[in-house]
């Protein structure tokens, strides 16, 4: 099984902030991977879809990079609407899995 | 637009089995490359994919960890998905999701809290 390792797994910024998360895979799976964005009591909601393609409806001030084994979510400005918990997943092959999540909160 | 509307909670003994529906609307339920997984969530906790079934053919695919104790089905007749989890412990407490795959999980369900307890 390919496992995603996050980090940090908690991360406190300010409001207008550019952060950082960084998902890394066990073995290569191309750009099979996405990130959810979920919020306490919600679904998990899609931002990114094959590495750095952005979900309709998603702001902007998400972007995805990376290849292979290693990934990044990256948000510039944080809005206070932005702190969450994220995660990343892979879809290169059964079965699919989650990394541990990244709570961002705020400082 | 999509929804996935997922059955109400429930509440089971240890021992008994469950089953949590995923109904779906706005797009073809069995149309080519529209998978439906499921994952779980225990409290506190991360996502767990449990599993994926091809709502066009029926086939399906299970983590290892739940094979043996879980079923995925379909009714293509009403759009409708079904996770069902047998022999249920006290760590099978958690909110079951359903999404639909295209690239990603592109839409989910409500959640279903399945409490296990004596």
């Known amino acids: 099984d390919i496992q995603m390792t996050q980090s940090p797994s908690s991360l406190s910024a300010s409001v207008g902030d550019r952060v950082s998360i960084t998902c890394r895979a066990s073995?290569?799976?191309?750009?099979?991977l996405a990130w959810y964005q979920q919020k306490p009591g919600k679904a998990p909601n899609l931002l990114i879809y094959t590495a750095s393609n952005l979900e309709s409806g998603v702001s902007s001030r998400f972007s995805g990079s990376g290849f292979g084994t290693e990934f990044t979510l990256t948000i510039s400005s944080l809005q206070p609407d932005d702190f969450a918990t994220y995660y990343c997943?892979?879809?290169?092959?059964?079965?699919?899995?989650f990394g541990q999540g990244t709570k961002l909160e705020i400082k | 637009q999509v929804q996935l509307v997922q059955s109400g909670a429930e509440v089971k003994q240890p021992g008994a089995s469950v089953r949590v529906s995923c109904k779906a609307s706005g797009y073809t339920f069995s149309a080519y490359n529209r998978h439906i997984h499921w994952v779980r969530q225990a409290p506190g906790q991360g996502l767990e994919w449990m599993g994926w079934i091809n709502p066009n053919t029926g086939g399906t695919k299970y983590a290892q960890k739940f094979q043996g104790r879980v079923t995925m089905t379909r009714d293509t007749s009403i759009s409708t998905a079904y996770m069902d989890l047998s022999r249920l412990i006290s760590d099978d407490t958690a909110i079951y999701y359903c999404a639909r795959e295209v690239s990603g999980f592109d839409s989910w369900g409500q959640g279903t809290l399945v409490t296990v307890s004596s």
């Open positions: 997943q892979h879809y290169n092959s059964f079965p699919y899995t």
């Open positions: 073995q290569s799976i191309g750009t099979w």
